[in-house]
């Protein structure tokens, strides 16, 4: 007994014709992406959306099969929103500009983080967004398993690095605290175990460190990244 074929890929299928005054692709894509911005992924549902557009549900399975293609489709408009720019030679700098504007796109969008964790991106905005960043790559190496690997390495600093911004600015709405505030609430705390000397790395830390921003920590991490991928392709020749 043969098995089913797996359905295509939305973006190997040839696009329907719009029907008159019938719902669009775009305006589907756009009002989902509206919705898992403001409320979150787990808010997004095909039926929260048709009544967010006003259809009836039947209407959008006529453009897509289900919310797993949908959120394909998310996906790729959101990096499609602002392109990269064209490529300088300069290698270190074509992939600074790869890790910025991912970065830019997590954090207007914090649900693409998940999504990108949890599916392939072979959309054509997202293709084009791997194939500049594999040419800065191959500027600096011929070997095309290791500047997939390097790209890879790149990802998941970005993606590491907006999780624990996204992750603070979320638990400063769940508690309704500002920075400040949270750092006044656990103060006595920690000026307790600064003075018990039990944890003495800890302490010195807490009194000499500089606390730099989230800018600031994501340039220092990419800036170290970036040192340590020359290092090591040059050591791999």
Not at 150 to 161: D, F, K, N, P
């Amino acid at each position: 007994m043969s098995e089913e074929p797996p359905p295509a890929l939305v973006w190997a299928r040839e696009p329907r014709a719009p029907r008159r005054q019938s719902l669009s692709i775009d305006r589907i894509v756009s009002v989902a992406v509206g919705i898992a911005d403001a409320d979150g992924l787990e808010a997004l549902s095909m039926r929260r959306l048709a009544t967010d557009l006003g259809s009836g549900t039947t209407s959008l399975y006529r453009h897509v099969a289900g919310r797993d293609e949908l959120l394909d489709l998310m996906v790729d408009a959101v990096r499609g929103e602002h392109p990269a720019q064209p490529p300088t030679g300069d290698w270190r700098a074509d992939l600074g500009g790869v890790a910025h504007l991912m970065r830019a796109d997590l954090l207007r969008h914090p649900w693409l983080g998940s999504a990108l964790m949890s599916r392939l991106a072979l959309g054509p905005n997202s293709l084009r967004r791997v194939d500049f960043a594999l040419a800065a790559a191959g500027s600096l190496t011929s070997d095309a398993s290791l500047a997939i690997t390097l790209i890879r390495s790149l990802h998941h600093y970005v993606l590491g690095a907006v999780s624990d911004q996204l992750a603070e600015q979320d638990a400063q709405r769940r508690t309704g605290l500002t920075e400040e505030q949270w750092r006044r609430s656990v103060g006595p705390y920690v000026r307790d175990i600064v003075k018990s000397g039990v944890y003495p790395h800890f302490s010195r830390s807490v009194i000499e460190a500089e606390d730099l921003d989230a800018d600031r920590q994501f340039e220092f991490g990419l800036d170290c990244l970036l040192a340590g991928i020359a290092t090591q392709v040059t050591a791999s020749r």
